[in-house]
């Protein structure tokens, strides 16, 4: 190819996303295009993969003609994606068999639940460094291959395929060549054991997956595959990045050193911090995954999961109607000295790290006659900082080291009250970079090692910058208190199942 660009796509919950990179590592144009979201039954979280695949066409084939180029230009391509979410399709016809099951849904936590209450749950973090949760594929895999007719028989003949959403990516990509996923994405599997990079024949026992369906697993960065002639791009441009969405801000953060953390605030809030070349198991209900690897050599990480973030604000704008568009919660938090007393705990799916309660739900505590939508709107922005404490509270006790400087990536850090929020109840320096979309720049990064546009993670690093730098203002009296109040909330909304 004689393209000098790299393509990335980043497919994510709510919508599709492709940047145009250049040499630079300068951001040269955008697409975008939004994912329809299925909601059949409460608890329950579904998309079309054929939107998933439609969605990223349309953002690349905008972002291509933004920077005024063809396909012809592309030197390489890299995907990034939504991690945990299932799709089983038909090898022969590529159709999938069901809608894809997105990593928000519910729908196999009682299955959870069983595998946990017979003993499996050490056994199986010791494994994989995940928890027994229906945040992961696994049981979203045997959920499909037993409740969509056949499925388990055409599974075991080898008729039908497995993927997390780059899978898929790749599959279409490749028009059915290649079914392949990268190490980080398999590592949400429950699937992969942690120690051998390699799928786990006991997990897949315990879980019912039959290796039958699983792809082949790939390096995060190197070329993996190429191109079919896809009429808005040619055939044989390399595909050479592949990593789930947090690995790839990591990565697009320049977090190559152990210690070097960061927190992405998109659909949900997702804290890394890289541990080196070997897996260490969180003691304060984080997770332990693969950050990258390249030129086989393994890179892992420490993750908090926050399950609802700028979800959150979605439900302000489309459930409650009390904002229509997402940057209006700046103006009106900015608008009152406080939230009135008001606390909104957004475990609409359960709660994730640190806490791992599947029957959690979605509270809302403190309100009074004098609560006004400007108070809601300040408290789901508050929410998403003090629910990225509660993780890095984790991060600091398993590392025994305060966490003094936070990068922050995702759409959600436009808001600069957010941003001035996490640093006060933080207590630590938060610096937001130029390009806030930094899990499609380190799709592009890892692909633009990969095909050998940049010689090394120095290159990489060079071309991050900062953009803004919030710094803690808060009392150390307030931000006790208000943590505090804070805690007793997500109290409310842990014992709400069971009360």
Known sequence: MTGRFVLALDQGTTGSTALVVDPAGAVRARGYAEVPQHYPRPGWVEHDPDDLWTTVERAARQALAAAGLHGDDVAAIGITNQRETTIVWDRTTGAPIHRAIVWQCRRTAAACDR?????????????????????????????LLDQVPEARRRAARGQLAFGTVDSWLLWKLTRGRVHATDVTNASRTLCLNLATVDWDDAMCALLDVPREVLPDIVDSSGPCAETADLGWLPRGVPIAGIAGDQQAALFGQACFAPGDAKNTYGTGCFALVNTGERPVLSAHGL???????????????????????????QWLRDGLGIIAEAPETQVLAESVPDTGGVYFVPAFVGLGAPYWDQHARGTIVGLTRGTTRAHLARAALEAIAFQS?????????????????LPVDGGAVANDFLCQFQADVLDAVVERPAVIETTGLGAAYLAGLGAGLWRSLDAVAERRTIERTFRPAMTAAERAARYEDWKRAVERSRGWATS
């Open 115 to 143: 595998l946990r209450a017979a003993g499996h749950e050490a056994d199986v973090r010791q494994r994989t460094g995940l928890v027994l949760d229906a945040y992961f594929s696994g049981t979203k895999i045997a959920w």
């Open 287 to 313: 997770l332990t995954t693969v950050a990258w690897r390249i030129g086989g050599r393994t890179t892992y990480a420490v993750e908090g999961a926050v399950f609802v973030a700028g979800a959150a604000v």
């Open 389 to 405: 404490r509660d993780v890095l509270d984790a991060m600091a006790a398993d590392a025994k080291a305060a966490i003094a400087r």
